[in-house]
């Protein structure tokens, strides 16, 4: 797994810039801190979390710093889902970024479950 022109590597860098952009409209305009504190966290580890993968010295550690990635996936769309539900998302807004993380998820699934078949 390379950095740039890897799918799942891009795919999580553009989530974590919208991300990034979602927290400053969400603080910006609508003060709410705590929930959003949390979604920029976790929506930004997905892709760091990619890039330690890809400097993995042993299967092990690809296949552990991927599973994170996956991890922190699942934790940014509960972060999207509350949001949602406390209506500092509107719907539009969070059927874009869940679809969004539900595809990344997807793929670092799909990576998880190749590297466990090969090890």
């Known amino acids: 797994?390379?950095?740039?022109?890897?799918?799942?590597?891009?795919?999580?860098?553009?989530?974590?810039?919208?991300?990034?952009?979602?927290?400053?409209?969400?603080?910006g305009e609508q003060r709410?801190?705590?929930?959003?504190?949390?979604?920029?966290?976790?929506?930004?580890?997905?892709?760091?979390?990619?890039?330690?993968?890809?400097g993995a010295f042993t299967k092990a550690d690809f296949s552990y710093k991927i599973s994170i990635s996956y991890k922190?996936?699942?934790?940014?769309?509960y972060w999207l889902s509350l949001l949602h539900e406390t209506n500092y998302l509107t719907e539009n807004s969070f059927s874009k970024y869940y679809a969004n993380?539900?595809?990344i998820?997807?793929?670092l699934f799909a990576t998880l479950k190749t590297t466990k078949l090969k090890s």
């Open 1 to 27: 797994m390379k950095e740039k022109g890897n799918l799942a590597y891009d795919k999580a860098f553009a989530f974590a810039k919208n991300m990034v952009n979602l927290y400053k409209k969400l603080t």
């Open 32 to 54: 709410e801190f705590v929930l959003s504190k949390q979604l920029l966290r976790s929506g930004t580890s997905i892709g760091a979390n990619l890039a330690e993968a890809i």
């Open 72 to 77: 922190e996936c699942l934790e940014t769309k």
């Open 101 to 103: 993380a539900d595809e």
């Open 105 to 107: 998820g997807k793929i």
